[in-house]
């Protein structure tokens, strides 16, 4: 299971992790970006949520969901009466991956390679935090914890397990809602992402 897979591994304590997760050379982002981003949140939560890997914002300042996405999060969630205060929120991948563009640093993918590397940190955040349900937003996420990302927006709104066995809520990440061109097609698409939000809670 889990543990045994890190057992000799887990860090010790949060000071540990951070500073391990600070040195971690598994896959080559670590070479790029500013600094690794880890999941915060109480390590009491009984609800996890992970996205994909942290934006230009939350490079720079070392913290999950504070950038559009984030602020957009924050606000469906209020809206839906979801605690984000009371979950952890991580990242599947945990240094950004990106194309400098002039001053611009744009937004790249990250891969299979990347992902499974990563999966290291998310399985220790995992073995922390412990959380009874994971909110899982986007293929990226869902692919880590799931085996595969594919054909997410049927999916989305089910709850399906990780190889040990808890369970995860799938959603389509925020960052898709800010892309939807159509403005009603958007205001739907936000209003199924507080739909997801609500019963990922009421599933605790
Ligand atoms: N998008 C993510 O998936 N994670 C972040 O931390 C920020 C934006």
């Keep these: 299971d ?15 992790f ?9 896959c ?29 914002q939350e490079d720079l300042q070392g913290r999950p969901f504070v950038g559009p996405a984030g602020q957009l999060f924050d606000r469906l969630a209020d809206e839906a009466g979801f605690d984000r205060g009371g979950a952890y929120v991580t990242n599947a991948v945990k240094h950004f991956k990106f194309q ?23 399985d220790i955040e995992r073995q922390m935090i412990r959380p009874r349900l ?35 809520f799938i959603t389509l990440h925020p960052s898709y809602l800010l892309r939807v061109p159509d403005a009603s097609a958007k205001e739907a698409a936000m209003q199924d992402f507080r739909s997801d939000l609500a019963a990922a809670q009421a599933h605790l």
């Design 134 to 168: 994971i909110l899982a937003m986007g293929a990226t996420a869902v692919g880590s914890l799931t085996g595969t990302g594919a054909g997410i927006l049927k999916r989305r709104g089910t709850i399906e397990a990780t190889e040990d066995g808890t369970p995860v």
């Design 100 to 122: 400098p563009r002039g001053k611009r640093r744009i937004h790249q993918r990250p891969d299979m390679g990347e992902i499974t590397a990563c999966r290291w940190w998310l």
């Design 2 to 16: 889990l543990l045994s897979r890190m057992e000799g591994d887990m860090p010790e304590d949060r000071a540990d």
């Design 18 to 26: 951070l500073r391990r997760l600070q040195g971690c050379t598994r």
């Design 28 to 56: 080559d982002l670590h070479a790029n970006a500013t600094q690794a981003v880890p999941g915060e949140g109480p390590h009491d939560a009984p609800l996890m949520v992970v996205g994909e890997q942290p934006g230009d």
